[in-house]
């Protein structure tokens, strides 16, 4: 397929050589358009025809348009098109000009052989292709990367800006105009979440090191205005086709809402939703911890079951808001009745169990025990009512009354059981019998 040229010369002689130099083209075939003026060739290539030119070949001297100004005024209607420049040697200044102002390349007439124009031609239409090619795929590149959800910048192997996509743009505060070419450190400023210390280069880093790197997870990127995000990422060195290192990139993402939700979903876990106390896994991890405490130091600590007394008929009569709210309200009282030590958690429905850390002696727990009963026997106003309510407790003691959770935890419950039975709105301390009497009657039931 034939190339299309412009020629754009002013002397018919000139032109009727390029031509027939250009027709005994050996490698290539060109389809030339030969016109003598500046505004003919503006015209033709503002046209539809326009866009069908390969490249153009420009004299800078015509009748309508001298010099540089020739030059400037085709390089806005071509929309690209590649311009090689015909000179004479007295005017070759003027042919670099054009090419720092954006022409491809220049040729002497005066030395100009016949197959030298064609030769030109092909090389600056090669040239054009690949450019054109390169400039398709770093365009597809940088679609991609503005359509990712992380944050890209790259640097030189100065440290200086060359790039930023949508996401950095935001995450940083600096678009790509305003980054472009400044200091990595002042468009990306990142600090160690503890200490407060800006973090060390990981740009710098995997150049120095010639491999990737990552930032710690403590680091904290400030944005351009002070807004603070938790932030993951990996640094890369970015090379040339013989290996050697130009430049770094480095790709980072916002994880403050994934450490949230995760936090989050580690406290739901281990904690009771309604009433928010802990649940039975924390006070599992919790009753271990201070056993294991209580039998370095040789201590005690004692258990505290916990249950409201006819609960089901509130929740039957006043129904379950109600009820959830008297659940609450429970909840609040219990925390106020122990020290901070202390741990009180929900295990399921109307009961409650409360480890007391550390206490001297049974009667230490007694006394607890007894403080909450007259605490939760006072009303508890729930929508502008007064709710009426008493509970049962049975206490386990380490050690004498379990070594291990598990046995501690029953021995509780079956002193919870044996203060129901009693009469309720009563505690009751674990005596070693009990176990077997709460089994036979819970079988007789």
Not at 192 to 210: C, E, G, K, Y
Not at 419 to 435: I, Q, V
Request: hydrophobic share 40%; proline share 2%; glycine share 6%.
């Amino acid at each position: 397929m034939s190339a299309k040229i412009l020629l754009v010369v002013a002397e018919p002689e000139v032109a009727k050589d390029l031509e027939a130099s250009l027709a005994s083209s050996p490698h290539d075939s060109f389809e030339v358009a030969w016109v003598r003026c500046c505004r003919d060739a503006d015209q033709r290539l503002r046209s539809e025809a326009g866009k069908a030119i390969a490249a153009i070949v420009l004299d800078l001297f015509l009748p309508d348009s001298q010099g540089i100004d020739t030059f400037d005024t085709l390089l806005r209607a071509s929309s690209g098109t590649p311009i090689l420049i015909l000179s004479r040697s007295r005017d070759e200044n003027l042919a670099r000009l054009a090419i720092e102002r954006g022409a491809q390349d220049y040729v002497l007439i005066e030395h100009l052989q016949a197959a030298a124009l064609s030769n030109s031609l092909s090389k600056l239409l090669r040239r054009s292709e690949y450019a054109r090619a390169g400039l398709g795929a770093l365009e597809r590149a940088q679609v991609t990367l503005d359509s990712i959800g992380d944050g890209v910048i790259s640097t030189d192997i100065a440290g200086n800006v060359t790039f930023l996509n949508t996401v950095a743009e935001s995450m940083t505060g600096w678009s790509h105009q305003e980054a472009t070419g400044r200091q990595l450190q002042q468009v990306l400023q990142i600090i160690d979440r503890d200490t407060r210390r800006p973090a060390l280069d990981p740009l710098a880093l995997a150049m120095v090191r010639n491999k990737a790197v990552g930032l710690s997870a403590n680091s904290i990127l400030v944005r351009r205005d002070g807004h603070e995000a938790a932030i993951e990422d990996t640094a890369a060195p970015i090379h040339d086709s013989r290996g050697k290192v130009t430049g770094a990139v480095i790709v980072f993402h916002d994880v403050g809402a994934a450490r949230s939700m995760s936090v989050r979903m580690s406290y739901l876990a281990q904690h009771d939703f309604l009433t928010g106390l802990p649940n039975r896994m924390l006070l599992n991890d919790r009753l271990t911890q201070a056993m294991a405490f209580a039998h370095r130091h040789r201590t005690a600590l004692a258990i505290l079951f916990v249950d409201v007394d006819d609960f089901k008929r509130i929740n039957d009569t006043r129904g379950h808001a109600v009820g959830d709210q008297l659940l609450k309200s429970i909840s609040e009282r219990l925390l106020t009745c122990v020290r901070t030590s202390d741990t009180v958690s929900r295990q399921g429905g109307d009961e409650f169990v409360v480890l007391l850390s550390e206490v001297s002696r049974s009667a230490d727990a007694a006394l607890s025990a007894n403080k909450i009963l007259t605490a939760l026997r006072a009303p508890h106003s729930i929508e502008d009512q007064d709710v009426h309510v008493t509970v049962s407790i049975g206490i386990g003691v380490y050690p004498d009354d379990g070594t291990d959770a598990e046995t501690l935890l029953r021995n509780a419950d079956s002193a919870l059981f044996e203060a129901k039975e009693d009469g309720r709105g009563k505690h009751r301390l674990f005596e070693p019998n009990m176990g077997v009497r709460t089994l036979k009657r819970r079988s007789a039931r």
